[in-house]
């Protein structure tokens, strides 16, 4: 069933377990996600980010996440993330998305607020949940590699105060965190997560799950992370997925679908099991 995402992260953060968010850019994907989202009776997050629109557009995505969510047997939350424009996410609204991410991260604090205050008094008006980042969750290489990613972790005192003002349903913190690939084991802020949650009572989102350890993940949503962000890990697993089907004499991409799906759902499967989400729909 397709549900917003406060349906699926306010009983995370009372039960102390996380929803899984996938990006799916295609239907392989999304059928695997949700998929083993039934099989394991798993409450999931599933969707796009603006930056992997020139791979698949949000018309499309928009076309076989949200019927194959409300067709879903478990809760299904169809989430766009890193909108980073108010069109964008305007757009993923009318399209049937029930929940956005603005990022206005790389804004001033005031600006950050504003924006996303008005983008929550849109979305709510609509039923759709809203996320905001304050700090900044960088990437582990290229253009948005940050030089010093501690200067941009999230203030716990600054966070209440944004969202108190922004009223948003969830927010993402910069705690050690960053997107794709990591070369080194992160070290998360742990005591940051724990203050954070207690000062704003909203569920935190951890973006940047793929190549976390299983302590990581155990230790965050203890603390209080409710969302985590996984694409890289089911990502690679296609690929991998592709590879063993050709090892396997393969001859055609039908051929290589069911490896595909079957690889990547076995990312999602042991995700799903490692956040505590399994037999919570």
Same mark, same amino acid.
């Given at each position: 069933?397709?549900?917003?995402?406060? &349906?699926?992260?306010?009983d995370a953060?009372?039960?102390?377990?996380?929803?899984g968010?996938?990006?799916a850019?295609?239907i392989?994907?999304?059928?695997?996600?949700? $998929?083993?989202?039934? &099989?394991?009776?798993?409450?999931?997050?599933?969707?796009?980010?603006?930056?992997?629109?020139?791979?698949?557009?949000l018309?499309?995505?928009?076309?076989?996440?949200?019927?194959?969510?409300?067709?879903?047997?478990v809760?299904?939350?169809?989430?766009?993330?890193? *909108?980073?424009?108010?069109?964008r996410?305007?757009?993923?609204?009318?399209?049937?998305?029930?929940?956005?991410?603005?990022?206005?991260?790389?804004?001033?604090f005031?600006?950050? !607020?504003?924006?996303?205050?008005?983008?929550?008094?849109?979305?709510?008006?609509?039923?759709?949940?809203?996320? *905001?980042?304050?700090?900044?969750? %960088?990437?582990?290489?290229?253009?948005?590699?940050?030089?010093?990613?501690? #200067?941009?972790?999230?203030?716990?005192?600054?966070?209440?105060?944004?969202?108190?003002?922004?009223g !948003?349903?969830?927010?993402?913190v910069?705690? $050690?965190?960053?997107h %794709?690939?990591?070369?080194?084991?992160?070290?998360?802020?742990?005591?940051?997560?724990? #203050?954070?949650?207690g000062r704003?009572? /909203?569920?935190?989102?951890?973006?940047? *799950?793929?190549?976390?350890? #299983?302590?990581d993940?155990h &230790?965050?949503?203890?603390? %209080?992370i409710?969302?985590?962000? !996984?694409?890289?890990?089911? #990502?690679r697993?296609?690929?991998?997925g /592709?590879?063993? $089907?050709?090892?396997? $004499?393969?001859?055609?991409?039908s051929?290589?679908?069911?490896?595909?799906?079957?690889?990547?759902?076995?990312?999602?499967?042991n995700?799903? &099991?490692?956040?505590?989400?399994?037999?919570?729909?």
């Amino acid at each position: 069933m397709l549900v917003s995402m406060n &349906e699926l992260l306010k009983d995370a953060r009372r039960e102390r377990y996380a929803v899984g968010f996938f990006n799916a850019v295609d239907i392989e994907q999304a059928r695997a996600v949700i $998929g083993t989202a039934e &099989e394991l009776r798993s409450p999931v997050i599933i969707g796009t980010a603006e930056i992997l629109l020139p791979v698949m557009p949000l018309e499309r995505v928009a076309e076989y996440l949200i019927p194959m969510a409300a067709k879903a047997r478990v809760p299904v939350c169809v989430h766009f993330d890193h *909108g980073l424009s108010f069109e964008r996410c305007i757009q993923a609204v009318r399209l049937g998305f029930t929940s956005v991410m603005y990022d206005c991260s790389m804004d001033t604090f005031d600006a950050n !607020i504003e924006k996303l205050a008005g983008m929550v008094s849109i979305c709510h008006s609509a039923g759709v949940t809203v996320e *905001g980042e304050l700090g900044h969750v %960088g990437d582990n290489e290229g253009s948005g590699k940050l030089k010093d990613p501690s #200067d941009y972790f999230t203030d716990p005192v600054t966070a209440e105060d944004f969202v108190k003002r922004t009223g !948003i349903d969830a927010l993402a913190v910069a705690v $050690g965190n960053a997107h %794709g690939e990591y070369k080194l084991p992160p070290k998360l802020d742990f005591d940051r997560i724990s #203050d954070i949650s207690g000062r704003t009572g /909203i569920p935190l989102v951890l973006h940047g *799950g793929s190549g976390l350890s #299983d302590y990581d993940f155990h &230790e965050a949503i203890k603390r %209080g992370i409710c969302k985590v962000n !996984i694409f890289t890990d089911i #990502d690679r697993a296609g690929k991998n997925g /592709i590879e063993k $089907g050709v090892a396997a $004499g393969a001859g055609s991409l039908s051929a290589l679908i069911p490896y595909i799906i079957d690889a990547m759902k076995e990312v999602v499967r042991n995700k799903i &099991e490692l956040f505590g989400s399994a037999n919570r729909a």
